[in-house]
């Protein structure tokens, strides 16, 4: 059975730093590309990180780019988040996702999720 | 960047009808669209992918139509574990080119 595990959310303050982790178990952790996606309360899906299978490649939203750093140690079947200068509008819950494709090319449809962990920007 | 338009916000149906959601992209996304559902507390779960071909154990009354840049979920009867809010997302043009829609919200009329 498919399962990621995130972990990391809590409460931070604006320009602080945090980092998201994702475990996953149940499939060949190195087989696959993962994203980051997360859910303002309240509100809708947004795509915010890809990494490829083995880290060579990674993708970012505009709204994240160059504050956030997506990561995984395939050693450890891991994924994780590094989430710099955060600020308000950063605040949501961040899912884990896996890609569909196999292979290690990413298809950008998302197969499986964790539960997501909250993240809180706040002074 | 292409922008994904989901309609109607929301739509209040009773189980046993038939729901009918729209997704319209701002620019040809060919047929790289999926939905997903999402129920409250919970994660999302894919149920179409490619515009028509649904994900494994999806049951055969969601079906997804449409290509270029109008898309259409039906689902045909709907059952009470079906009230949810759906989510269109293409993947066209990537990297990065991938977005979602804002959803509709089925609800129980």
């Known amino acids: 059975e498919v399962q990621l595990v995130e972990s990391g959310g809590v409460v931070v303050q604006p320009g602080g730093s945090l980092r998201l982790s994702c475990a996953a178990s149940g499939f060949t952790f190195d087989d696959y590309a993962m994203h980051w996606v997360r859910q303002a309360p309240g509100k809708g899906l947004e795509w915010v990180s890809l990494?490829?299978?083995?880290?060579?490649?990674?993708y970012y939203a505009d709204s994240v780019k160059g504050r956030f750093t997506i990561s995984r140690d395939n050693s450890k079947n891991s994924l994780y988040l590094q989430m710099n200068s955060l600020r308000a509008e950063d605040t949501a819950l961040y899912y884990c996702?896996?890609?569909?494709?196999?292979?290690?090319?990413?298809?950008?449809?998302?197969?499986?999720w964790g539960q997501g962990t909250l993240v809180t920007v706040s002074s | 960047e292409i922008v994904l338009t989901q309609s109607p916000a929301t739509l209040s149906l009773s189980p046993g009808e038939r729901a009918t959601l729209s997704c319209r992209a701002s620019?040809?996304?060919?047929?790289?669209l999926a939905w997903y559902q999402q129920k409250p507390g919970q994660a999302p779960r894919l149920l179409i992918y490619d515009a028509s071909n649904r994900a494994t154990g999806i049951p055969a009354r969601f079906s997804g139509s449409g290509s270029g840049t109008d898309f259409t979920l039906t689902i045909s009867s709907l059952e009470p574990e079906d009230f949810a809010v759906y989510y269109c997302q293409q993947r066209s043009n990537w990297p990065p080119g991938f977005a979602f829609g804002p959803g509709t919200k089925v609800d129980i009329k």
């Open positions: 996702a896996k890609d569909i494709g196999s292979s290690g090319h990413p298809v950008i449809l998302f197969d499986y």
């Open positions: 620019q040809s996304v060919s047929s790289y």
């Open positions: 990494i490829s299978w083995d880290g060579g490649s990674t």
